[in-house]
């Protein structure tokens, strides 16, 4: 992916740790020298009392992940709180049950469009972060998955994606793949490690041949780089 300038943390698995205490969190993280981080909700916490946090330990975010609601019913609040945060990227975490057929990854695809623009008229990019269902092949689609109709059903859009490297594996499926054919829609990577018995684990430490990850077309590197490690332990996100 080329050399990467900026190394941060995705929030999702300090949780606990952020719920509990920001601004230790950040401190701590701070102290061990990132400088970025993804959001992965506020946990009640106010964004005017995190931005300050963010700005006294030098930590910008980017990115941010959310449900649904909050980028649909709860936009104008989201927006807010995104603009006050420094957020660039708005990525919609994962599409709900209900969505998880052909036909629902059509009705999400055009919802995720409608996201996308309104999104662009305030100021942000609106992406998209898979996990493994979404690469189940459809009988009724002639064996494609939901992830081949995301990406058709979003490309007028331009709805950026923001690819998980685990969960993408997990699902069977070839990440270079995805970049060869859609070169200019991912942004942004999850990079996790798998074990040889397919559970998460920390970067490193799995069995993933993360020579074969690299991509020799510039046109293809995601800008953004979010690694997440295992379930309670520290993520870490990357900047190119």
Known sequence: MGRLKRIGVQLYTLRDQFKADPAGTLAALAGMGYREVEFAGLHGHDAKELRALLDANRISAPSGHFGLPALTT???????????????YLVLADVPDEYRTAQGYEQAAALMSDIARRCRKAGFQFGYHNHAFEFVPLEERGGLCGYDLLLVGTAEAKVMMELDLFWI??????????????????????????????????????AMDWSTQRISDRSTTPRYCPASASARSRSTFFRS
């Open 169 to 206: 594996r997990r699902g069977g499926r070839d990440a270079l793949g995805f970049f060869a054919r859609w070169p200019s829609r991912f942004r942004m990577v999850h990079v996790k490690d798998m074990d040889v018995d397919g559970a998460m684990v920390d970067v490193g430490a799995g």
């Open 74 to 88: 709860d936009f104008e609040q989201t927006a807010r709180d995104a603009k006050i945060l420094g957020h660039d």
